[in-house]
């Protein structure tokens, strides 16, 4: 079943903390001094990174872990940015114990299911769509040896397995399939209804903007809006935005976009794709932009079969 906005859209503006409430709560530094030095004291121990760990090693060390602000993934389609969008609010939620929602415009419900069942089940998305109860190759088990269903090794048993056990973070992950006109302040009333700060992903959020106009003109005031949201909530968000044009320096997006407090660019590398066996495909996120810290390259193999990026150190 879909889920919706179903509460009247709120404006984004209402949702700010009441500042004048707080300022009436002036202390003095010497008043909060000893509570200042246990909170330092309680953050002297030595992190790897101070955000919510990701599940991505590389990621957490690149960006600080994900902490709040607006995140902008972008890439060339058909190169697994929802994939990949949906692999790390899973993780996060996993790691962190913390509710995560994604909005979709274009996958369904299922389909976002699925990927997620089978990057956990390693078992094809294929099969799972067919509702198939066994696999015939990727368990090395040849299928000219075996001439009934009954010989081949059981998978679908794995697969209701593996969803159980990871029941107790799915309870914290939320899907949103959006209606095509779909607006900012009903994604702002979706996020209220869910206690504390979750990771909030926008997948394809270019259909945010005016359909009237280019995506080069959207792309400004959507981005503007969202971070504007994430602001508000405190929390993170990861906006994910098509590139159509493929061949332009990832650079350009530094440029192209003042609000993001983070900008990733996904690239296709067709040399280390060569070396992988179809159709899995070699990708580097460049951080062109990262407010918190620096940029870089990030190398990852995309496998589509399982749904499933993995993080290559370099």
């Known amino acids: 079943m879909k889920t919706r906005a179903l509460l009247a859209p709120v404006k984004i503006a209402k949702l700010r903390p009441n500042l004048m409430a707080d300022k009436s709560l002036l202390r003095s530094e010497g008043e909060q001094l000893e509570e200042i030095l246990d909170a330092l004291e309680r953050q002297s121990q030595v992190k790897e990174f101070t955000g919510w760990n990701s599940g991505f090693e590389n990621l957490n060390r690149a ?27 899973d993780q996060v939620a996993q790691a962190n114990h913390q509710p995560a929602i994604f909005f979709s415009f274009t996958d369904s419900l299922d389909e976002l299911r699925i990927k997620t069942l089978a990057r956990l089940s390693a078992m094809e998305n294929r099969e ?36 159980e056990e990871a029941k107790a973070w799915l309870d ?16 702002a009333t979706q996020i209220q209804q869910i206690a504390g700060a979750p990771l ?81 495909q070699a990708l580097t996120l460049q951080i062109v932009k990262n407010r918190g810290g620096d940029r870089g390259k990030l ?15 370099s």
């Open 200 to 280: 909030v992903v926008i997948d394809d959020c270019q259909r945010l903007g005016d359909a009237n106009l280019s995506l080069d003109a959207r792309l400004p005031m959507v981005v503007e809006q969202l971070q504007e949201l994430a602001k508000n909530f405190n929390l993170p968000m990861l906006a994910v935005w098509p590139d159509l044009e493929p061949n332009r320096p990832p650079n350009i997006w530094a440029d192209k976009v003042a609000s993001a407090d983070v900008i990733m660019v996904m690239t296709k590398d067709p040399v280390r794709t060569a070396q992988l066996t179809e159709p899995n």
């Open 128 to 163: 799972i769509r067919r509702g198939s109860a066994y696999l015939l190759h990727w368990y090395g088990v040849p299928k000219a040896h075996h001439s009934g269903a009954a010989e081949l090794q059981p998978s679908w048993e794995k697969l209701r397995r593996c969803a």
């Open 172 to 187: 914290r992950v939320y899907l949103v399939e959006c209606e095509p006109r779909t607006t900012v302040q009903e994604i």
């Open 299 to 313: 190398a990852f193999e995309f496998q589509p079969a399982f749904a499933k990026f993995v993080a290559i150190e």
């Open 63 to 89: 960006l600080d872990g994900i902490r709040p602000g607006l995140y902008l993934l972008v890439g060339p389609p058909a190169s697994g940015k929802t994939s990949f969008a949906k692999q790390l609010l």
